[in-house]
């Protein structure tokens, strides 16, 4: 149903600079918020969830990128890791502190931390609890609980479709 990845934390950073982390799993990436001026040191603290409709194979990996942030310039990628799902599609979880590797896939001193957990459609790995399904969006709503979407102000007008009360 859901491959959910934690992110915790980044050391051993070389210099200071603006940090941000991609993390892709089938084609869809997601951006953490951009760490300023991070200096050794960078905490994330953010989750992301991808949808799984279709079972993950053991062949399959979820790649993560740490990269320094330039609003002007290309943000340059300073460390990667790639996670092969076959050890996490047997356990449901996994909580890695790992090196990242360079762009010539040289081990290097910086160290991610991250949890990451699977939960299948079958329902044979991992289990869902009642409160990971259920949080607030962005407008303060239950998501889960039946309520149904609503644009923000505004936005109603610039939509082919119309919402009935």
Same mark, same amino acid.
């Given at each position: 149903m859901a491959l959910v990845l934690t992110l915790k934390s980044?050391?051993?950073?070389p210099g200071k600079a603006d940090r941000l982390i991609q993390a892709t799993y089938r084609g869809l990436t997601y951006t953490t918020k951009i760490i300023p001026r991070a200096k050794g040191v960078a905490y994330f603290g953010q989750t992301f969830e991808w949808p799984v409709a279709r079972a993950a194979e053991s062949d399959e990996s979820l790649h993560i990128q740490l990269f320094n942030f330039s609003k002007y310039l290309n943000n340059k990628c300073i460390g990667t890791y790639?996670?092969?799902?076959?050890?996490? !599609?047997?356990? *449901?979880?996994l909580k890695i502190s790992e090196s990242l590797t360079d762009h010539l896939n040289r081990i290097? %001193? !910086?160290? !991610? &931390?991250?949890?990451?957990r699977y939960y299948s459609p079958d329902g044979k790995v991992g289990q869902w609890?009642?409160?990971?399904? &259920?949080? %607030?969006?962005?407008? *303060?709503?239950? !998501? *889960?609980?039946?309520?149904?979407y609503r644009p923000p102000s505004g936005l109603e007008d610039t939509m082919s479709f119309k919402f009935e009360e």
């Open positions: 980044v050391e051993n950073l790639s996670l092969f799902l076959q050890h996490l !599609i047997e356990h *449901g979880e290097s %001193d !910086i160290n !991610i &931390t991250f949890e990451v609890n009642q409160g990971e399904f &259920t949080g %607030d969006d962005v407008d *303060g709503q239950s !998501i *889960g609980s039946g309520s149904s």
